[in-house]
């Protein structure tokens, strides 16, 4: 006489329940990886003339004007990207660009700027974030910063703070003197704007909102 088994005690249901499952994740995980890769790959200066945008658009957007807006469908502040803009005076061709941005990537690293400050979510939280410092208004040309620089631009408001930071104490955590040089500087203020122009999701959350404090630095 056959005795019934519950199926919750089959080893063979188990066996074909685990095979199932993980053909499954192994799946999703292959299609998450190439939609990952897709999303994040940086974009080209073709993308940017013809209007098309990317998560991570290409360094020559930093020959544009970027804003930081409300989008109702998706909830959060979305960048956009504008009208070309002289940047440090000047359009910056493709390797050109691109060279700015290494030379400021490399720069915010040998700096160890993440001991104090925030990038992309990495780093630390005793100094502002940086991750859209470049969309803050203190920079603005009605912004405190670019009158005390004595500068007429953003961009170069922000240089002339990175390459002096103790002649512009604007913060009760002063920023030391990292001995940045003004080329460096160029290369630090290339890749904030590139970083402005990154699409996070809305990260950090409520910059928007808390767009006017000075502590964009």
């Known amino acids: 006489m056959s005795k019934n088994v519950s199926v919750w005690s089959s080893i063979p249901f188990w066996r074909r329940s685990a095979a199932w499952v993980t053909g499954f994740a192994v799946v999703l995980l292959i299609w998450l990886t190439f939609d990952t890769m897709g999303q994040i790959n940086m974009g080209t200066d073709d993308d940017l003339k013809n ?120 913060h009760a955590r002063m920023m030391p003197n990292l001995g940045i040089t003004p080329d460096e500087a160029i290369g630090l203020v290339a890749f904030l704007k590139h970083m402005s122009s990154i699409d996070t999701n809305g990260f950090p959350r409520n910059f928007g909102k808390e767009q006017g404090d000075t502590n964009a630095h």
């Not at 909830?75 to 493709?94: L, M, Q, R, T």
């Open 51 to 170: 209007g098309v945008t990317k998560r991570v658009p290409a360094p020559t957007v930093i020959n544009y004007h970027i804003t930081y807006e409300m989008s109702e469908k998706r909830g959060h502040e979305v960048p956009v990207i504008g009208d070309k803009e002289p940047f440090f005076g000047k359009e910056y061709s493709v390797e050109e660009a691109a060279a700015a941005l290494h030379l400021g990537k490399l720069t915010s690293q040998a700096k160890n700027c993440m001991n104090c400050h925030t990038l992309l979510g990495n780093g630390a939280y005793y100094a502002p974030d940086l991750t859209k410092a470049w969309l803050d208004p203190a920079w603005s040309e009605s912004g405190p910063m670019m009158a005390m620089t004595g500068k007429s631009t953003r961009e170069e408001a922000i240089a002339e703070f990175l390459v002096n930071p103790s002649k512009y104490p604007t």
